[in-house]
């Protein structure tokens, strides 16, 4: 009976191995295809299969490690995406998931020690929750703060915190011609902040030297910066040039990103989910930030 189990584990893992490399393959091919024209990345921290789920939909970083959030998971890792430093894979609590509804972590933000999470009842629409996890740890703090869906209508699919002015920035779902202001440590409304070039779908961003830098995944995956003291907006880069038409993301997804300047010169690190949704790519950018 052992020898049939490890011959049939060892051959469940050859399938597998099998059907992963050429999926592999094919998505290769397709993000080739899909990128098209674009601003060049200078190197790429990737992940494959099941790490793929952790890091697909956000990413921050206090300056020494990576984090990243899946729909409902949190990790925290080395800086060149080796290490697995802490992780909560269930990092939505029984209550979150009980009484609102809560079933996906957007784009995330790190401030002053802790992991600023935005989470929603995702296409409901009734249960924004901003939520704390502890940094080093991400460990939830059990600080979180349902707010407003008459403010925000379509969930609450990213955040980015802004230290010097005391609030994080969000906004809904589609087309915006401004942020939403909230404060960084009683979550209360603090108003909105108008930008000078409508941009469509954020996925995510953060705050450096007076900008907030934008990822979306509109129809090129594009690259923004708002200058925060005029709201003046600017398209930085396309991350792919394949418009989708007939299936929506057929080009892969294009997620939250951070700033961060690396001994290699790279400072925008734009994090994306490939055109198969098999593989997650933290793309680093050389960009004068």
């Known amino acids: ?9 060892t051959y469940i893992n050859r399938l597998l ?28 921290t990737r992940t494959v299969g099941l790490q793929t789920f952790e890091r697909a939909q956000g990413v921050t ?13 949190l990790v925290k890792v080395s800086l060149d995406g080796e290490t697995l430093f802490a992780c909560n894979y269930g990092a939505l609590t029984k209550e979150m998931k009980e009484d609102y509804g809560s079933a996906h972590i957007g784009g995330i933000s790190y401030y002053n020690g802790y992991i600023y999470a935005p989470i929603e009842d995702s296409k409901i629409w009734d249960n924004p929750l901003i939520a704390l996890y ?6 939830f703090t059990g600080v979180f703060k349902r707010l407003s869906p008459e403010i925000l209508t379509e969930g609450i699919p ?3 915190c802004d230290a010097e002015r005391g609030v994080f920035y969000t906004s809904n779902a589609g087309v915006e011609d401004h942020l939403l202001c909230f404060g960084l440590t009683d979550f209360s409304y603090k108003g909105e902040l108008p930008i000078s070039a409508a941009v469509d779908q954020i996925q995510g961003g953060e705050v450096y030297n007076g900008k907030l830098y934008l990822g979306t995944n509109d129809a090129t995956r594009a690259v923004y ?20 038409m007939f299936i929506d993301n057929f080009g892969g997804e294009g ?35």
């Open 158 to 160: 990213w955040v980015s």
């Open 61 to 73: 970083t206090d300056g020494k490690a990576w984090y990243f959030s899946g729909r409902t998971s």
């Open 17 to 44: 191995s099998g059907v992963i490399a050429v999926a592999l393959f094919v998505s290769g091919g397709l993000n080739t295809v899909f990128n098209g024209d674009v601003y060049p990345y200078e190197s790429v």
């Open 134 to 139: 502890d940094a080093e740890t991400l460990s």
């Open 1 to 9: 009976m052992a020898a049939l189990l490890n011959f049939t584990r």
């Open 225 to 244: 910066s708002v200058e925060l003291s005029t709201g003046k907006t600017e398209k930085l880069f396309d991350r792919i040039m394949y418009k989708p």
């Open 255 to 289: 997620e939250d990103l951070t700033v961060l300047p690396m001994e290699d010169s790279t400072t925008i690190h734009a994090l994306n989910v490939g055109a198969l949704f098999i593989d997650s790519n933290l793309r680093h950018y050389k960009w004068n930030v």
